[in-house]
């Protein structure tokens, strides 16, 4: 019999749905029968692509013996971290403070009023490695509310008030300047690594946000040691494991320093962060490899993400069935020799396992390989690279394929608008730029839909009950900005306003700081505050470059002192932890730069407006079109007359402009170009 999470649309609580544990979805009913009960709720953490948390699904909530028991002691609550970051993040950051470590799947006990006592992560069903069984937890647990409520209530109000004590140093007055940009590119080299590209050791994630930095710093000051670091890096990804030689897009990282073996599943926020990296890093070099990543990343978002209604789905699972039928992680992504031998005959089979590093003994499990590019195999015959490719791709095609993620989330669809835009823009492919329009749509249609106020998730075409936090404002208006920038339609940039409004009205806080839920959001033991990036920008850095940009666009005085305020802690934490606030750099280097402010008064696609969008000067936003009404949608546009009948481009920075110009080559010198 299916239990109430049946009624959800999260992908991940559906997983649930059929369990025989009496599942709960986060609401204030489950802890209303806590507190009718007497009994502690039960909260597990996890989302729909995380190899852990099947697998305690399977061993622990599919058994009716531990299900049982959970149901007759506690009330159990299932949460998708993906929905509800803000329920994550404020337990993750209790379970890392008592534990020394988090992750998911993350077990938590709460008292009735949601107040921690007790935290796990995964826990096995029979005691293992020093770790007690699931079921021992569960009893051990019991016997301490029903034996020694007193200390139970003791533990839980004094991590409360560890909690509420955590409140953010703001990091002072003041923006990023020249040194502590200089010191994070100090701390970054510090900790590269030089013989596999990347930022420090085992497992390794790719540094998105960072190389963004890297790319922009490099384009502002010319230091070819950030351009280098970021080059090489993304070589060593795309030549890694971590990328999928056959299909395209990126796993989620790498359990080794040299990007051999990832962890399997794809996320659509890796593959959109990356496909933009690509992008920009091909504007900055002219890399050939960098333009064919870019676009194989751009068409796996579209080909296997991409949703019935236009949007684009949140993960591709790391698990498949193999041959054998058995649910194993990395099935459907690696082979054997003998494989190959199958599907390319003797000759062939030989030449692929020397261009794909596929060996006898294996780089992954069971004999088996993950596809990468060794550098050691010698001159490449590209015609029959590419016929090879072509047929193993025929191939796994036919190969159970992993699960997916449909449900959509706003942020994480913000990222890819702003990715399929650009990239569609410089490399000639308004398809492209349709998928991002379409995605931009449904945002609009469905998740802000008619509450004036963002959705974070949808699934089918249908609102999830789940407020958008800051990071879905950040992304979503940063998504927008960079379709006004590339179609010229400047509608996008007043949904991208109306968004960032809601940001100033609802999210921030005394002296620039920012929340990671609203005002009048659901109140938990703690209000939710993270400016570190980790695997997307922070809501707090996300917001403060699509602030800045929109300030670039319209003049608006509010909205570049909120950039400017909610900028002070990357004051404080870039030249401490340069890995984890890669995007805030990033921010910090389009604010040293100006940003510049491109009006180019003249047809949208035409030689100006292309040179303007392939401009690299850090966090440039770009204005087109022509006409009178051209103005009305662009305040960049208002006054700028062509010049002699010819398209005109006019570039101006900290309230400076130079003289218009009408030559493309002479704004691509404007730009850094």
């Not at 056959?246 to 962060?273: C, Q, T």
């Not at 039928?325 to 390319?344: D, M, N, S």
């Not at 410089?426 to 492209?432: A, I, N, S, T």
Request: overall charge negative; some cysteine; proline content about 6%.
């Amino acid at each position: 019999m299916a239990n109430r999470l049946a009624q959800t649309t999260s992908p991940y609580l559906l997983q649930h749905a059929d369990n025989p544990v009496d599942w709960w979805p986060w609401s204030p009913e489950a802890f209303e029968e806590a507190r009718k009960r007497d009994v502690p709720v039960l909260l597990s953490v996890g989302y729909a692509s995380c190899h852990w948390c099947h697998v305690m699904a399977h061993e622990s909530f599919e058994d009716e013996a531990v299900a049982a028991y959970l149901n007759a002691h506690f009330v159990p609550v299932k949460v998708d971290r993906e929905e509800r970051p803000d329920v994550d993040a404020v337990y993750m950051e209790a379970v890392q403070a008592a534990t020394g470590h988090g992750g998911w799947p993350m077990t938590v006990f709460l008292t009735p009023d949601a107040e921690p006592f007790y935290f796990g992560t995964y826990f096995p069903p029979e005691p293992r490695h020093g770790s007690p069984s699931f079921q021992q937890v569960l009893e051990g647990v019991t016997a301490a509310w029903t034996d020694r409520r007193d200390e139970v209530a003791e533990v839980a109000g004094r991590i409360v008030a560890d909690l509420a004590g955590r409140s953010l140093v703001h990091g002072g007055d003041g923006v990023p300047g020249e040194s502590e940009v200089a010191q994070a590119l100090l701390g970054l080299t510090r900790e590269y690594d030089e013989q596999h590209g990347g930022f420090g050791g085992a497992p390794k994630f790719p540094p998105a946000m960072v190389v963004e930095f890297l790319l922009r710093h490099y384009a502002r000051t010319g230091a070819e040691g950030a351009l280098q670091m970021a080059a090489d890096t993304c070589t060593a990804m795309a030549r890694g494991g971590i990328y999928d030689q056959l299909g395209g897009g990126f796993a989620r990282y790498s359990v080794d320093r040299e990007w051999i073996v990832p962890h399997f599943e794809k996320m659509l926020y890796d593959n959109a962060l990356l496909c933009r990296v690509y992008a920009h890093l091909w504007r900055a070099t002219g890399s050939d490899e960098a333009r064919r990543i870019a676009l194989e990343t751009a068409d796996f978002m579209v080909r296997e993400l991409r949703t019935a209604e236009g949007g684009f789905a949140s993960a591709l699972d790391a698990d498949s069935e193999d041959a054998d039928g058995r649910h194993v992680e990395g099935a459907y992504y690696v082979w054997t020799p003998a494989q190959l031998r199958e599907v390319l005959g003797e000759d062939d089979a030989a030449f692929a396992a020397a261009c794909f590093g596929v060996t006898e003994e294996g780089t992954f499990e069971e004999g088996a390989s993950v596809l990468r590019l060794p550098g050691d195999a010698g001159p490449v015959d590209a015609a029959r690279v590419a016929g090879v490719r072509a047929r193993l791709l025929a191939a796994r095609d036919e190969r159970p394929r992993p699960g997916r993620d449909d449900k959509v989330v706003a942020a994480w669809n913000g990222l890819a608008i702003a990715a399929l835009a650009e990239t569609g823009a410089y490399f000639d492919r308004p398809d492209l730029v349709e998928r991002a329009t379409e995605a931009a749509d449904l945002l609009v249609r469905v998740h802000l839909g008619e509450v004036a106020r963002l959705n974070r998730t949808s699934k089918d075409g249908r609102a999830g009950d789940n407020a958008g936090v800051l990071e879905d404002y950040g992304d979503v208006a940063e998504g927008f900005l960079a379709l006004a920038a590339v179609t010229g339609e400047g509608a996008w940039l007043e949904f991208a306003g109306f968004l960032l409004d809601i940001v100033l009205e609802q999210f921030t806080g005394e002296g620039g700081q920012l929340y990671d839920t609203a005002h009048d959001a659901e109140q938990l033991i703690r209000r939710p505050q993270d400016p570190t990036d980790s695997a997307t920008p922070s809501g707090w850095t996300a917001a403060a470059g699509a602030l800045l940009s929109y300030a670039a666009y319209t003049g608006s005085e509010a909205h570049r002192t909120a950039a400017e305020g909610a900028l002070g802690v990357v004051k404080a934490l870039g030249p401490r932890v340069p890995r984890f606030v890669g995007w805030g750099l990033a921010v910090a280097e389009a604010l040293l730069d100006g940003p510049r402010e491109v009006a180019v008064a003249g047809p949208v696609g035409g030689e100006l407006h292309r040179t303007a969008l392939l401009g690299r000067a850090p966090g440039a936003v770009v204005a087109a079109g022509e006409g009178p009404g051209a103005g009305a949608e662009f305040p960049l546009l208002v006054d700028r007359p062509l010049m002699g009948g010819e398209p005109t481009a006019y570039v101006c920075r900290h309230f400076v402009c130079d003289a218009p110009t009408t030559d493309a080559g002479e704004l691509a010198a404007k730009l850094g170009g």
